[in-house]
């Protein structure tokens, strides 16, 4: 079992920026066997929507509506998931959760149904 915990999130301007941080606790063994961690953000009224992903190779996908403001990065020494949001703009508030699996992580981008450990959440509110 993975436990993932979310933190970060917070009220910005628009154009500001904010880092999400996603700590992933567990066994050892079962942490080291997590191939693909990402970001999901769900707004009031609508469906989880995949904001980004990255393998444990490094290799990452966007969303079309983040790409060029949003980075993923991982810290594998201290299992630990990244999200540095810039530029932000009010449609980018939402509540935001981290996500793994054991699963590599697809080319495209991330799918709710593709992830097994969820976190609770950190909401992100942007101000026009």
């Known amino acids: 079992q993975v436990q993932l915990v979310e933190s970060g999130g917070g009220s910005v301007q628009a154009g500001g920026s904010l880092r999400l941080s996603c700590a992933a606790f567990g066994v050892t063994y079962t942490i080291n066997r997590i191939d693909c961690m990402g970001w999901f953000r769900q707004a009031p009224g609508k469906e989880r929507e995949g904001v980004t992903d990255?393998?444990?190779?490094?290799?990452?996908a966007y969303a079309d509506s983040v790409k060029g403001r949003f980075t993923i990065s991982q810290d594998n020494a201290k299992n630990t998931l990244y999200l540095q949001m810039d530029s932000l703009k009010p449609d980018d508030t939402a509540m935001y959760y981290c996500?793994?699996?054991?699963?590599?992580?697809?080319?495209?981008?991330?799918?709710?149904?593709?992830?097994?450990?969820w976190g609770q959440g950190t909401q992100v509110t942007v101000s026009s």
């Open positions: 990255i393998n444990r190779a490094g290799n990452t």
């Open positions: 996500a793994a699996d054991h699963s590599w992580c697809s080319e495209a981008t991330p799918r709710r149904v593709d992830f097994a450990y």
